[in-house]
């Protein structure tokens, strides 16, 4: 297991991925992009909304409901001020949380 400097490149993935595993490039790319299409599928809307690599990582989506505007709300930044909020649509949230294997290599 190498210490690394600085992030790989996606290049510099592959061929460490490829060095490892005794495949050759071609298939660790296969294998990534097979991934990156179960994850997509995973985290698209009307699916699952979570999806798990076990041991390294959750990845969830959260779905935020849209805000109303608010008019003379205090300003946090400026006591004794008001300020006008604006309305924000609803939006999806892609969040990763770093599970216990992955947290384990880190220190």
Excluded at 10 to 20: D, P, R, V, W
Excluded at 45 to 51: D, I, M, N
Excluded at 52 to 65: A, E, H, Q, R, T
């Amino acid at each position: 297991m190498s210490n690394y400097s600085k992030p790989l490149s996606k290049t510099e993935l592959l061929n460490a991925i490829a060095e490892e595993s005794g495949c050759d490039r071609k298939q660790v790319r296969a294998v990534l992009d097979s991934l990156s299409n179960v994850i997509s599928g995973h985290v698209a809307k009307g699916s699952a909304g979570v999806f798990k690599m076990p041991g390294l990582f959750k990845i969830s989506v959260v779905d935020k409901p849209a805000t109303e505007a608010k008019h003379g709300v205090p300003n946090p930044f400026r006591p004794g001020e008001t300020m006008d909020v604006a309305a924000k649509p609803a939006s999806r949230r892609v969040k990763v949380l770093a599970l216990k294997n992955l947290k384990d290599m880190a220190s």
